[in-house]
């Protein structure tokens, strides 16, 4: 599948068949996440995939953001002891915004594999931490949800107007319409 | 392109060739970051592109991430309010959060251009604001360097052996095997 289409098509999906997805597949969208960017190249990320229904079951009783039972998901956690020895101070923030990049490589990823996805950040980190085992350094940040999308997908939540967010030069320069950007609001 | 060409084949690129970059392929980068997913859906996000070579120097200046000066830039700021206003205590974290999910998309969407591009984290905050003329709520997150590569083009850092940071169900499962990922290391 096409990048933009990719990008354009892919929606935030929250209800999904019960099929489970090819444990090849959810290889797939982690090599995708693994060739991220890297903050400073400190690389500290891990990727826990969890498919096995009583640790969904358990993930959803502390993660609010879990409206329903995905068939899979990926847990992206940051080892920030790594993080912070090779970047610094700003170690842990670089870890988070590896943790994102990360994230929407598997977005786009699954989309190319038919496949819907959603990321969550409300839950409770320290359960989620425990529940999966994870050493005192390594946190979750963000939980990447995964299975094949129920009928009909969502419609798109319509974007801000092009002109009031795209800016040429500095703030408040006109920018939308010199970047061939007219109006906005659907894909 | 497809997606995960887009994906394995994307560099960090930090020199680039003296050509600019037509203002309409500048325009598909900014269409993709807007398409990415925005916690909450907050829609917090400004994006500034700059290609004045007088306030590409003047970034430079305040940016030691900045190596050479690129034909372009793409600053991703952050409205602050709106994003508490819509994502409450955690709206700025949201929003920090979605410059980097639109931020992806912009280095995907590049790839597929014959783009090369950097994310920049090391700048003055203050300045690029003051420089870019934000309001007081409206802050700079990730710069985003774009242009044509110079040959040849950086290699890849190697990754992390997957058994290494892939693992099912818990942490320190043994993950990668599972999932059809042997190796490692490069893409």
Not at 123 to 135: D, E, I, K
Not at 160 to 184: D, F, I, K, Q, T
Request: with cysteine.
């Amino acid at each position: 599948m096409d990048v933009i289409t990719a990008i354009l098509e892919r929606r935030s999906v929250r209800r999904f068949a019960r099929r489970g997805v090819e444990p090849e597949k959810l290889g797939h969208l982690v090599k995708a996440a693994i060739w991220a960017p890297s903050g400073s190249n400190i690389q500290a990320l891990h990727f826990i995939v969890v498919t096995a229904p009583d640790m969904l079951t358990a993930l959803k009783s502390v993660a609010p953001g879990l409206f329903s039972l995905p068939p899979a998901v990926i847990a992206i956690c940051v080892d920030r002891q790594r993080a912070m020895s090779k970047g610094g101070t700003g170690g842990s923030l670089l870890g988070m915004m590896d943790a994102c990049f990360a994230a929407q490589n598997i977005l786009l990823a699954a989309q190319a594999e038919g496949l819907g996805t959603c990321v969550i950040r409300s839950f409770h980190q320290g359960s989620v931490r425990t529940l999966l085992q994870c050493p005192q350094e390594v946190v979750p940040e963000l939980l990447v949800t995964v299975g094949y999308p129920e009928e009909p997908l969502p419609r798109a939540p319509r974007r801000r107007p092009w002109s009031e967010v795209v800016h040429l030069e500095r703030y408040a320069g006109a920018g939308a319409s010199a970047l061939g950007l007219e109006g906005g609001g659907d894909p």
